[in-house]
């Protein structure tokens, strides 16, 4: 399952979840849109006035039946993209579940400028665990497009080896 973790239609790191995806070249891949989805902010309000939004079970039952969670973090002013943090707080309010279900997660960052989204994914990095992912391996691309051509994928050859290395150690480990 990839997914761009941002509600922008044209978001780079949808880009850069779909470009990777692509390696696992016998996995029948799902792209999940999260610029698509049309769910209330959460609160404790909504939630009760409005119950659980078919879209957030949707979603995760993809997680459910997923064997891989390919995430691509955008940073929004040092922190998640707000269409990501929703969907994620909806998810983590279904009862009894983790919301990432202990899946094996390639947890990736870009962003314009030179740290590739380095704030968001240190963050992840030490909250997903907590809500049940099982993070395999991470990425970030620096300067997205100066080493990403939207046909072509990453386009410097350096970040390129280093983002097979990661998926590599991952298709020998799930």
Known sequence: MAIGGSNSQNSINKALAYF?????????????????LNIPIYSIDNETILGMPLEVTN???????????ILS????????NVGLKNLLDWTSRIKERKLFNEKPMILMSTSPGPRGGATVLDSAKNIFPY???DIRGTFSLPNFYQNFDFNKGITNDELLEELKTVISKIKTSI
């Open 20 to 36: 990777a995806a692509q390696f696992f070249e016998k996995a029948i891949i799902t792209k999940f849109d999260i610029s698509s």
């Open 73 to 80: 973090l955008a940073e929004n002013n040092g922190s998640f």
């Open 59 to 69: 979603f995760a039952s993809l997680i459910d039946e997923t064997d891989l969670i």
């Open 131 to 133: 809500l049940g992912a």
